[in-house]
Nanobody, 124 residues
Framework: QVQLVESGGGLVQAGGSLRLSCATS????????MGWFRQAPGKEREFVAG????????GYANSVKGRFTISRDNAKYMVYLQMNSLKLEDTALYYC?????????????????WGQGTQVTVSS
């Protein structure tokens, strides 16, 4: 069983920045693709960003492309989401997830493990 713990959420003004972190309990030699999703009240959980096992290949939702950056540090068992130029519509609960594959995954059902989420609230 893999545990994922997110941190770094909070309240920020529109145009500001936040950096989310995700710590994984996985300590095996296998390294898998990771992703960030978000869910706003009354909406479906949606893909935000994904990274392959090595960190060299990334993918983003159109709504965050150019503003968010996903990265990982496998030596520290960490995944990050740098969020810049935040907008009101970025307000959501953000989840970190791990997919049992090495290449980027963009669909919810491709992910096997999920964190509890960290709240991001963007104010005007």
């Amino acid at each position: 069983q893999v545990q994922l713990v997110e941190s770094g959420g909070g309240l920020v003004q529109a145009g500001g920045s936040l950096r989310l972190s995700c710590a994984t309990s996985r300590r095996t030699r296998d390294i898998y693709a990771m992703g960030w999703f978000r869910q706003a009240p009354g909406k479906e959980r949606e893909f935000v960003a994904g990274v392959d096992w090595s960190g060299t290949s990334t993918g983003y939702a159109n709504s965050v492309k150019g503003r968010f950056t996903i990265s990982r540090d496998n030596a520290k068992y960490m995944v990050y989401l740098q969020m810049n130029s935040l907008k009101l519509e970025d307000t959501a609960l953000y989840y970190c997830a791990e997919a049992p594959r090495r290449v980027i995954a963009t669909m919810k059902n491709e992910y096997a493990y999920w964190g509890q989420g960290t709240q991001v609230t963007v104010s005007s």
